[in-house]
């Protein structure tokens, strides 16, 4: 009996060792493809500034953009919201660049800011039951 719970201990340390290095991993990924590719243009309007992911324990995996706004986007972009989100997570789904991080059972955060001002326009926030 002191054995098998020994070993079933075992085998979650050992897990639990897997999961701080795959996050580590994360972290160093994020930050590095940051540094690589950002600032990023992804089309006339939005570029991606960074990619954040902190093994502080927030599960947090986060896209930064910038959106550059002319007066009439902006007053239009309210009207576009629920389609973003829905395109987003329909691209989430698909993504096999994510695999990795969708495995990990993170949030996936896409945070768009004004160019102009900083100041942030939309936040999509997804778990992993959201993308599964």
Known sequence: MVMKQLTI???????MACQEKKFDRLEREAREYTVRNCPKVIDQITTLDSIVFHNDGSLDYIYYYNVTLTDELREGFESVREGVREQTLKGLRNSIELKMVKEAGLNIVYVYRDAETGKEIMRNSFTQEDYQ
């Open 9 to 15: 201990l075992s085998m979650l340390l050992l897990l």
